[in-house]
């Protein structure tokens, strides 16, 4: 999937999230597992969600994640999914400042409910973050996830 080499001068924005995941530290030692918020934290696996449809543009942010193939966001960053048997004319890319680019990104599964969505892009590998593994989660004592997009609107 080609990367787009434009100039976007109607993106100015920036995305700044971050995800923290905080391990009991006395039963990770006891099971030797590092937990999630030892992992190292990289700027750039935060990526800007651009959707852009015939009479609007719309933006928000995400994360890579696992290898960078794959984008979590949130599903309302994205145009109205109820509709998916009428055609649209909508386009999804992904905004990467690693690479200094934007790639098309397919949508393969929305929870409206609890607004989050997964896209997959046409990179083999980008700076992500790193799931939580299931002992992880079983001895979870505090969650935190965060987000904010600052967008310029003077």
């Known amino acids: ?29 006891a099971n030797a597992v590092e937990p999630a918020s030892a992992k190292p934290f990289n700027e ?12 609007s543009i719309s933006w928000g942010n995400g994360f890579a994640v696992g290898e960078g193939a794959r984008i979590v966001t949130a599903c ?31 949508v393969i599964a929305t929870d409206p409910k609890n607004d ?9 590998e980008h700076p992500a973050f790193q799931l939580a593994t299931e002992q992880e989660t079983v001895s979870t004592t505090e969650t935190m996830i965060a987000a904010y997009c600052a967008i310029n609107t003077n």
């Not at 651009?50 to 009479?55: D, F, I, K, T």
Request: glycine share 4%; net charge neutral; with cysteine.
């Open 1 to 29: 999937m080609p990367i787009y080499r434009k100039n976007f001068s109607f993106i100015a924005f920036i995305c700044l999230s971050c995800v923290l995941l905080n391990v009991s530290s006395s039963l990770a030692q």
């Open 44 to 55: 750039q696996a935060i990526v800007g969600i651009l959707c852009l449809e015939a009479r």
């Open 76 to 106: 309302h960053n994205l145009p109205d999914r109820d509709h998916l048997d009428q055609p649209r004319t909508t386009a999804v890319f992904v905004v990467s400042r690693h690479y200094g680019d934007l790639t098309d990104a397919k």
């Open 116 to 124: 989050i969505a997964i896209l997959e892009v046409g990179w083999t």
